[in-house]
């Protein structure tokens, strides 16, 4: 693949006072080094540094700047930094990362690329997610993908991690309508048309840097299955040019289902037995907010919630109010467990969304009638009880909804730390290496539904009883791995 044509980009850069940040949660369940060193990271699309701090809680990490376009999330880190939650020396770039030019950034910060250890971000693939209308990448290079990986080539950083929507893994580089697909008598589809072939090419044009040879390892894994009170599937990129296979930890958590034997569990998940998955009343049942911020429901669909008993959702209504409320939906066959949903204190919470107040993807408080608010879904994405966030409440609820789970960040950080640490006493050559094929290993990412509805009846998962009926159930799959040819 030729080099990427450098851009020129205006910066807006700032700085503030340094504190190290303390998260709420110290449980941790990786194990690195004791090495002292620091590794100096850039950050990405950074948004509302939720991957970020991740990273940086687990001590073995200097996020030395990011880069970031959207003016409200810069004012939320600046905000931040100012009141001493992000080191002095931090820089804030504000800027179209797509005209910038990497050589600026690291002019900015004063650094060169050999002084980056990591490169990590999140670029803004909504097309490729599986919850809403997938559409085709067109012109693959010019998309932000590209651009994370136009930053890689020019520094060449010793690892770098980018995670995405778990969607991402199947897109297709054109999209071909349905109706015109082979098994609607169609011709076959041609190799660009073809699932995951936006990974395929995004893993090609990596094999073909000028100047590195990277190995790419893709993990699908669930931030509920290492210890966050959230069920959120991700895809997470990890490719470093020291000629490593990385292994991410096998989940450390799991549903509690008391028909299963300690025998049944070790067989499952081939280790001993899991713990408890975190669950929303860890996080927000104690919490004091006398004033919340809330993006809330309607008088109207707060008619309707109010009826609805915690851990259930529309089946709990009378049909008559049913057919009322849902319209056509109630005639769907499947995708409709978020309408009108309360929340339980006894489970994780689903997906975060950035509008907790639709009556489709109903995120309602398990015994207040309305939506979670801004620092309920802050502790449930585990972002510092100190961390602030700027912009409209709608605006706050974009930045906290879109973030990676930081306990993802933390996991992997500490992945990527261990090996940089055993691999810092050895001198990397910047020459081009042969890495291994690229691999996507799942890892129990999908959590299968848990039941709503038996024997014509709404199975409600009742706060601290015994919810057999409503159990999820055990992972058909715990690891797989294939290649992307």
């Not at 804030?92 to 990591?118: F, H, M, T, Y």
């Not at 929303?280 to 919340?292: A, F, Y």
């Not at 961390?387 to 996991?411: D, H, I, K, S």
Request: aromatic share 8%; charged share 25%; glycine share 8%.
């Amino acid at each position: 693949m030729r080099g990427f044509a450098p851009v020129t980009s205006t910066l807006c850069i700032t700085t503030g006072p340094y504190a190290t940040i303390q998260h709420h949660r110290t449980e941790t369940n990786v194990v690195t080094t004791s090495n002292t060193r620091k590794f100096k990271v850039l950050s990405l699309f950074s948004g509302g540094m939720g991957l970020d701090l991740g990273i940086e809680s687990t001590g073995h990490f200097e996020i030395v700047a990011c880069v970031e376009k959207v003016p409200t999330f810069c004012d939320t880190i600046r905000l931040n930094q100012r009141k001493g939650r992000l080191p002095e020396r931090f820089r804030v770039i504000e800027a179209d990362i797509s005209q910038l030019s990497p050589q600026d950034v690291l002019d900015a910060v004063g650094l060169r690329p050999e002084d980056i250890d990591v490169i990590v971000g999140g670029p803004p693939c909504q097309s490729f997610s599986t919850a809403g209308k997938r559409g085709a990448t067109q012109d693959p290079r010019g998309t932000l993908l590209w651009d994370f990986l136009r930053f890689v080539e020019h520094i060449q950083p010793k690892f770098f991690l980018m995670e995405n929507v778990r969607g991402l893994l199947s897109a297709a580089l054109k999209h071909r309508p349905i109706a015109d697909r082979p098994e609607k008598g169609g011709l076959p589809l041609e190799e660009d048309e073809q699932p995951g072939s936006v990974v395929r090419l995004f893993a090609r044009d990596l094999a073909n840097l000028a100047g590195a040879g990277y190995h790419l390892d893709i993990y699908e894994v669930n931030a509920v299955n290492y210890g966050a009170p959230q069920i959120r599937e991700r895809a997470l990129f990890i490719g470093n040019r020291l000629g490593l296979q990385v292994d991410f930890p096998p989940p450390t958590h799991g549903p509690e289902d008391p028909a299963l034997s300690d025998e049944i569990q070790r067989g499952l998940f081939e280790q001993a037995r899991l713990l408890p998955w975190k669950t929303i009343g860890d996080v927000i049942r104690t919490l004091k907010d006398d004033n919340p911020t809330v993006l809330d429901f309607s008088p109207r669909k707060k008619k309707y919630l109010d009826l609805v008993p915690p851990g259930s959702n529309w089946r709990s209504l009378p049909e008559e109010l049913q057919r009322e409320s849902m319209g056509k939906a109630w005639h769907a066959k499947g995708g409709r467990s978020g309408w009108w949903r309360r929340l339980t204190f006894d489970l994780p919470c689903p997906t975060l969304v950035t509008m907790p107040n639709h009556a489709s993807t109903a995120l309602c408080h398990p015994v207040e009638t309305r939506a979670l608010s801004i620092r309920e879904y802050t502790r449930i994405q585990e972002f510092p009880d100190e961390w602030e966030f700027c912009g409209t409440v709608a605006e706050q609820y974009t930045q906290v909804g879109n973030a990676v789970p930081t306990r993802l960040g933390m996991v992997a950080g500490g992945v990527i730390a261990d090996h940089l640490h055993r691999a810092h006493h050895v001198d990397i050559s910047r020459k081009q290496s042969h890495p291994t094929e690229p691999r996507i290993i799942y890892l129990q990412s999908h959590v299968r539904t848990r039941q709503w509805f038996k024997d014509g009846k709404a199975v409600v998962w009742n706060d601290d009883e015994i919810n057999g009926g409503a159990a999820y159930g055990a992972p058909k799959t715990v690891r797989k791995i294939k290649g992307l040819r």
